[in-house]
């Protein structure tokens, strides 16, 4: 069983630049990959970006060039910097981890963090 807990969401105006957090309660095959997903109202939950264990990573279209994903395995924590923020970026931004990744499949990811709220204002 892993515990994931989120942090650092908050409300930014556009242009702005917020970096969230996740801490992973173990280290174990179920945290290979780590990834962040987001759910804006009434939209379904996608993928933001995963990293792997050795560091590879992820994005979807809509964010690359602005956010980066990174993790520090030693401390099984998950960041993830946004840079030059958007209105539609405005979601819950959660963090997950599985056995192996994909940013296209989340049934990949055993476990999931209650998430953090990330609001941006135009």
């Known amino acids: 069983q892993v515990q994931l807990v989120e942090s650092g969401g908050g409300s930014v105006q556009a242009g702005g630049s917020r970096r969230p957090s996740c801490a992973a309660s173990?280290?174990?095959?179920?945290?290979?990959?780590m990834g962040w997903f987001r759910q804006a109202p009434g939209k379904e939950r996608e993928g933001v970006a995963t990293?792997?264990?050795?560091?590879?990573?992820t994005y979807a279209d809509s964010v690359k060039g602005r956010f980066t994903i990174s993790r520090d395995n030693a401390k099984n924590t998950l960041h993830l910097q946004m840079n030059s923020l958007k209105p539609e970026d405005t979601a819950i931004y959660y963090c997950?981890?599985?056995?192996?990744?994909?940013?296209?499949?989340?049934?990949?990811?055993?476990?999931w963090g209650q998430g953090t709220q990330v609001t941006v204002s135009s």
């Open positions: 997950a981890t599985g056995g192996y990744c994909s940013i296209w499949n989340q049934r990949a990811f055993n476990y």
């Open positions: 990293i792997n264990r050795p560091g590879t990573t």
């Open positions: 173990t280290h174990t095959y179920s945290t290979y990959c």
